[in-house]
């Protein structure tokens, strides 16, 4: 059948439908290749929110008495820890998006934001995943589910925003300084205690609870919590979180759309 | 029966350089600051960095068959990449209209831990193909790079030779108007090289456009009616094949007895 090679056909697509088909293959390709060289597969992805939340839970319930957060503590865990899963292993990976896939880089010519944007859609897929666990949790501990459950698509919403505008920022400028690969790391771990995870943002001392609103994870993760935790919601928070994870995604894409020119040259 | 492509008239370039420039950093771990970081693009060249590609200036019509010619280290290969877009220029414009099938690096978009049938999919897809068509020409793939044995092997128990033939027969077989070889050619037993030429011919007589880059004088002969002689990051002659090459001997070749 040699037909087809003497017609040469137009483009069947636009470039946006094209971004989401590379896109949603990479992604889809990121997930497969996980899921196939491990035997416990879709488990790995829940089993590590889940020992650390064991082990927080334990150390907070059962070593020290507990005065932060509310109870049902596990679920009040849970409900940060699992989006920060997705936030924490976004960004990490990113500090090496373009270093892994180099040599595919420079085989194809899809937009490069793609790079970025494929692991913070990957980890996305595993978070929403993993929302099941949380469900699980709730209902064993008897945690009340309200009206809040409806902000989680504008939590989702935020944090895409945020994280994608950190991975773009950080993808372009670990190529050209690599330390700055461990310093993410370090940064991610301080990040970790200073975030709303173990203790709510209203558990800080007065002048704290303000400053705290502009770590952008405050609003979000409150966002998610009041899904459970009505008085967790924080509109303040949330406002000045929102205006963070756009100012965030504004500067990934300028710094980003700045050193494409020179990445290309360096991977 | 060859429908028409679209209603941009034949005349105008699918590919058209204007001005074009490149630099690269002679010593890649050189000092970097945030300020040259964030620098617009310029035509000064700053210490340390040398133009690989300067004022080049072509372009080309639907369906010629191009051959780069040029001494190692001459920007060849950047060429390639500029046209296929894999990196930016510095200077100058780089125009093409059309989809681009690049053979150039063509095993780099598989991945070890897949098998071939995923990969087959993953990389035709991210050239922009949709399933449907994948679908339709599965076959004819696997057949091309006859490893019709090895379809749920994963990739990283394929031979040296096999992982080539396997991504030759899928980026060739790519739905685009332009194909753009790099050396490709020179891999493989020489059946299935001769099986590649075929192929080549196949998608020129089809009406594709062809940029090759080769060291191989007989393949360019074959392929090409038009040379480009790149030398220190110049173009320094943009004509038929013919003089291109006459003039490449003239200058670095093995004299003739």
């Given at each position: 059948m040699n037909s087809s090679f003497a017609t040469v056909p137009p483009q069947q697509r636009t470039p946006l439908a094209r971004y989401w088909h590379s896109l949603w293959l990479l992604t889809r390709r990121d997930l497969r290749v996980r899921y196939s060289t491990s035997a416990l597969g879709y488990f790995w992805s829940i089993l590590d929110p889940l020992v650390m939340a064991g082990i927080y839970w334990f150390v907070f319930t059962q070593v020290f008495e507990r005065d932060v957060g509310e109870s049902p503590y596990i679920v009040f865990l849970l409900s940060a820890l699992l989006p920060w899963m997705w936030f924490n292993g976004a960004v990490s990976d990113c500090t090496r998006a373009f270093l892994r896939e180099a040599k595919l880089i420079r085989s194809t010519r899809i937009p490069r934001t793609i790079w970025v944007n494929r692991l913070v859609l990957s980890k996305g897929i595993e978070f929403v995943a993993a929302i099941p666990v949380l469900v699980l949790f709730a209902v064993v501990y008897g945690a009340e589910l309200n009206a809040?459950?409806?902000l989680f698509p504008l939590a989702i919403v935020l944090q895409v925003t945020l994280t994608a505008g950190v991975g773009l920022l950080v993808a372009p400028l670990v190529v050209f300084f690599r330390d700055l690969e461990r310093a993410v790391k370090l940064i991610l771990r301080f990040l970790f205690y200073a975030?709303?995870?173990?203790?709510?943002?209203?558990?800080?001392?007065g002048d704290l609870h303000f400053w705290a609103a502009f770590n952008p994870l405050s609003g979000i993760f409150s966002l998610y919590r009041s899904a459970f935790f009505p008085d967790q919601l924080d509109w303040f928070s949330v406002g000045v979180g929102s205006a963070m994870s756009v100012a965030f995604l504004a500067l990934g894409l300028f710094v980003f759309a700045r050193t494409e020119r020179a990445v290309l040259k360096e991977i | 029966m060859a429908a028409p492509v679209s209603t941009v008239p034949s005349t105008l370039p699918v590919i058209s350089l204007t001005d074009v420039g490149i630099r690269f950093r002679r010593n890649r771990r050189g000092r970097r600051n945030f300020k040259d970081l964030f620098a617009a693009r310029n035509r000064r060249s700053r210490p340390g960095e040398f133009w690989a590609l300067q004022n080049v200036t072509f372009s080309v019509q639907r369906g010629e068959a191009i051959g780069v010619v040029g001494r190692n280290g001459q920007g060849k290969s950047t060429l390639l990449k500029l046209v296929t877009g894999v990196v930016l220029p510095d200077a100058g414009v780089v125009k093409v209209t059309e989809g681009v099938a690049p053979l150039?690096?063509?095993?780099?978009?598989?991945?070890?831990?897949?098998?071939v049938r995923d990969n087959v999919y993953l990389t035709a897809g991210l050239h922009g193909m949709t399933r449907k068509q994948i679908d339709a020409r599965f076959d004819e793939i696997i057949d091309f790079a006859e490893i019709a044995d090895f379809v749920?092997?994963?990739?990283?128990?394929?031979?040296s030779g096999m992982k080539v033939r396997i991504a030759f027969a899928v980026i060739s077989r790519l739905e685009e108007p332009i194909i753009l070889v790099d050396e490709v050619l020179a891999v493989g037993d020489k059946a299935f090289r001769e099986k590649c030429y075929r192929r080549i011919e196949e998608l020129l007589a089809g009406g594709r456009t062809l940029f090759i880059v080769s060291h191989n004088e007989r393949d360019l002969r074959r392929f090409c009616k038009r040379g480009l002689y790149l030398d220190k990051g110049d173009l320094v002659l943009d004509g038929p094949i013919e003089d291109v090459l006459a003039r490449y001997n003239d200058e670095y070749g093995v004299k003739r007895t």
């Open positions: 809040g459950v409806l975030s709303p995870i173990i203790y709510s943002t209203r558990d800080l001392p | 150039i690096e063509i095993t780099g978009g598989f991945v070890d831990d897949l098998t749920d092997t994963p990739y990283k128990h394929l031979s």
